[in-house]
């Protein structure tokens, strides 16, 4: 679909104002530094751009940190069990994240010689790497001169073109408009953008008066910016219930197994649960035990909301053998998805 009439994004204002007020964050490199001639390490921003999918900057400064700490390059994270990325990657969410993530370390290191290809055409072959994610390393790391389309932007382009239709309808379009506007500066511009979605033109609120894309903004105009993006109408999402039984033998250890490698959580550490259904039937306890219920965990997931009620029981280890026994004090560093520490918080467990 044709965008309504506006005058073209004006990357110079946008680069000026990036200039002056770039944010400071631990896989970014300045725009000062780039003008010394220090380029981005193009794992950094792969890791970091994995990571900020589905997920804020706030949430995964700590993470990255933690990540490159531990394994610096991207040799060290192919090298690594899968297993050792999956447990640092508890709390992030989206764990099929995860598993691409060192998927693609893998293949990069395998196929490529530890290097990243330097174009998104080349990126997008590599696991887990799809339009976006190559677009913004190649942008960044390389400055090819491509739109970086990122859900900042979605929100900035929809009001400064006064999208009358959701985002979605006009994807194609909006891409089309910013790949126009990338200059040269084409990692700065991407970086830009983004910085300016997130602080200036942000969900709730916009800072008119100080955005370089001030003139031509079809919202400001109007008077009302945060009218857009014009909201899709949504699915009421489904609702799946079941059981979740925290069992705990005589030492006060408690029984963990690993979810099947694919699927919901796939690889990922848990307690056993029930079968999930559109409505809760009768726990089917998985051992003998004096169980006790201890209350309800809600849990809300991309394409329904979960609701488990959470039961305990202390029991003997005789026939729990596909799993293992945890002391409480090592649960932190098991492999525990956000739902499954719910559920062990929910029963007395941190």
């Known amino acids: 679909m044709p965008l309504a009439h506006s005058q073209p994004l004006d990357s110079t204002s946008v680069l000026a104002w990036y200039d002056r007020h770039a944010r400071d964050l631990p896989w970014r490199v300045s725009p000062a530094d780039r003008r010394q001639g220090i380029r981005p390490d193009p794992y950094r921003v792969w890791l970091s751009e994995v990571m900020l999918q589905q997920t804020t900057v706030a949430a995964v400064k700590a993470y990255f940190v933690r990540f490159t700490t531990l394994w610096p390059s991207v040799q060290d994270l192919a090298a690594t069990p899968l297993d050792n990325v999956l447990r640092e990657w508890a709390g992030l ?31 997008q072959n590599l696991p887990g790497i799809g339009a976006y994610t190559s677009a913004a390393i190649a942008a960044i790391c390389f400055d090819e001169r491509v739109a970086v389309l990122d859900g900042n932007l979605d929100r900035v382009l929809a009001r400064y073109y006064a999208l009358d239709v959701p985002v979605r309808e006009a994807k194609d379009a909006l891409r089309g408009a910013l790949q126009l506007a990338v200059p040269e500066r084409a990692g700065d511009f991407a970086q830009a953008m983004m910085d300016l979605g997130a602080t200036i033109c942000a969900p ?110 202390l029991v003997a280890p005789d026939g729990l053998d596909a799993g293992w026994w945890a002391p409480p004090g090592a649960l932190k560093g098991e492999a525990l998805p956000t739902l499954f520490r719910k559920v062990l918080a929910e029963a007395g467990l941190s």
Not at 98 to 119: I, M, Q, T
Not at 223 to 245: D, I, L, N, Q
């Open 93 to 123: 969410g989206y764990y099929a994240r995860a598993r691409n993530l060192h998927a693609c370390a893998r293949a990069v290191v395998a196929e490529h010689g530890g290097v990243f290809p330097d174009s998104a055409a080349g990126l």
């Open 204 to 313: 709730r609120a916009a800072m008119c008066l100080v955005c370089p894309l001030h003139d031509g903004c079809k919202a400001r105009e109007q008077g009302e910016p945060t009218r857009y993006p014009v909201k899709p109408v949504k699915a009421e999402r489904p609702v799946r219930k079941g059981h979740a039984f925290v069992m705990r033998d005589a030492a006060g250890d408690v029984y963990l197994q690993s979810r099947p490698g694919k699927g919901l959580l796939a690889s990922m550490t848990e307690v056993p649960t029930s079968d999930l259904g559109e409505k809760l039937g009768e726990p089917d306890f998985p051992a003998e035990g004096d169980w006790r219920r201890h209350g309800q965990v809600i849990h809300v997931f991309t394409h329904f909301r979960l609701e488990l009620e959470v039961w305990s029981a």
